[in-house]
């Protein structure tokens, strides 16, 4: 059975809402695990967010995940 117009508008919508939702979160996994790396390898918290434009204590909060 065929989906109406608005029907397929509606579910391309969700569609797309739930796509962007996985690729945020992705992304916000990603940059945890470089910020993390980068600390890692010697960087300080400070250097962290002078390359990125962050403020240390974000740097911080988003290697630990909050």
């Known amino acids: 059975m065929a989906m109406d117009p608005t029907q397929k508008a509606?579910?391309?919508?969700?569609?797309?809402?739930?796509?962007?939702?996985?690729d945020v979160e992705a992304a916000r996994e990603a940059r945890r695990k470089a910020f993390a790396q980068a600390q890692k390898e010697g960087f300080s918290l400070r250097d962290i967010g002078e390359l990125v434009g962050l403020d240390r204590s974000r740097v911080g909060q988003i290697i630990r995940g909050d």
């Not at 569609?15 to 939702?21: G, K, L």
């Open 10 to 22: 509606r579910k391309a919508v969700r569609d797309a809402q739930a796509r962007f939702e996985r």
